[in-house]
């Protein structure tokens, strides 16, 4: 699977609009791109999940170009609740399953 | 969809000792996942179950490490001669295939926090 790389950590003032990139350069022809929310204590949470161009859903858009070598993560509007750590994943099905790897993350600070 | 439960939440346990957690998938989903994460890092794979079957281990899965899905419903792992090095969240996810072209969707537990003194 492709390694992803994202910025260790990001701050943003409540009301901003963050976006997080993420590089996957060596992604497969069948390879998706999924974001995760993780908050302290608690299991990561789907965010979002996209194989090319632009999905939006009623939580964030992504934002993935024509060579499919990065991606990016669109949190409108962020409030202090959106402080946690944003996974970038790059799975595929093989031998019946999704495999994925998880990175180290992005930190989101959100500041009042 | 009551969402992925796992049980107990915190253990603390003595080196050399068995642990055993489980965990209880999301009701139709025939795939299920277990993870372990660290403190700092992303969760990383251990094992993959579908319906009963455990089709894939990690081979961070060591033999100490043990999990079993008897009815293809709830799962359980267990930890044997637990070690300090063991010390994690252990997270559990639940899927099922994904349809129209897309891959499925992994809904993830709270975790159980794994300390071994």
């Known amino acids: 699977l492709a390694k992803t790389t994202q910025p260790i950590s990001m701050d943003s003032y409540e009301g901003q609009e963050v976006n997080i990139t993420c590089s996957h350069n060596?992604?497969?022809?069948?390879?998706?791109i999924t974001w995760y929310q993780q908050f302290p204590s608690q299991g990561p949470r789907f965010i979002i999940q996209?194989?090319?161009t632009k999905v939006t859903n009623e939580v964030a858009s992504l934002f993935i170009p024509a060579d499919r070598k990065s991606s990016t993560l669109s949190l409108p509007r962020v409030s202090l609740s959106d402080t946690a750590v944003y996974y970038c994943?790059?799975?595929?099905?093989?031998?019946?399953?999704?495999?994925?790897?998880f990175g180290t993350g992005t930190k989101l600070q959100v500041i009042p | 969809d009551t969402g992925v439960s796992q049980d107990p939440r915190h253990k603390i346990t003595k080196r050399g000792q068995n642990v055993t957690f489980r965990c209880d998938p999301i009701?139709?989903?025939?795939?299920l996942y277990w993870y372990r994460q660290t403190l700092g890092q992303g969760p990383e794979f251990l094992t993959y179950?579908?319906?009963?079957?455990?089709?894939?281990k990690s081979r961070l899965l060591s033999d100490r490490f043990s999990a079993e899905r008897p009815k293809g419903s709830f799962s359980t792992l267990e930890i044997q001669r637990t070690e300090q090095g063991d010390s994690a969240m252990y997270l559990c996810?639940?899927?099922?295939?994904?349809?129209?072209?897309?891959?499925?969707?992994?809904?993830f537990g709270p975790g159980t926090r794994l300390t071994v003194l």
């Open positions: 996810a639940s899927s099922r295939p994904g349809t129209g072209g897309f891959t499925d969707t992994q809904y």
């Open positions: 060596n992604i497969a022809t069948n390879d998706y």
């Open positions: 996209g194989y090319k």
């Open positions: 994943l790059v799975g595929r099905e093989s031998g019946g399953y999704q495999k994925v790897t």
């Open positions: 009701s139709e989903h025939n795939r």
């Open positions: 179950f579908q319906n009963e079957a455990q089709l894939e």
